[in-house]
């Protein structure tokens, strides 16, 4: 009678134990899954850093493409008008000596220069 009741209390037990096992592999297994989500949330943080990386990056690249462009214009702007400013003096000393050589001759003849 005795090995029947311990053969019992025995069963009892590990019947809770098993019981007790089977909630706490439920729960690690939920704590894994919840691990898992967390992880998942992670990965799809950086997809979307890494997005946003690519959308600066073209951005960046645009506005530099653009700001080339700018200076660029800008200095060419600037070239025409330095050469507009210097055409415009060299005529100025170009029309006021203009008929020097005649004025030459007329002078070099009055003083019997010959050429």
Do not use: C, H, W
């Not at 019992?8 to 590990?14: F, L, Q």
């Not at 019947?15 to 939920?30: A, F, K, N, P, V």
């Not at 653009?66 to 415009?88: F, H, K, M, P, W």
């Amino acid at each position: 009678m005795t090995a029947n009741v311990l053969k019992t209390e025995i069963s009892a037990s590990a019947e809770l134990l098993r019981s007790e096992m089977r909630e706490m592999r439920t729960e690690i297994g939920q704590r894994f899954e919840n691990i898992d989500q967390r992880f998942e949330n992670i990965d799809q943080r950086f997809v979307n850093i890494d997005q946003r990386f690519v959308s600066l990056e073209r951005n960046l690249n645009l506005t530099m493409a653009q700001l080339r462009v700018d200076i660029g214009s800008d200095t060419l702007r600037a070239i025409q008008s330095v050469e507009e400013s210097y055409r415009t003096r060299t005529s100025a000393v170009d029309d006021r000596y203009r008929d020097l050589p005649e004025r030459v001759s007329v002078l070099e003849g009055a003083a019997g220069i010959k050429r």
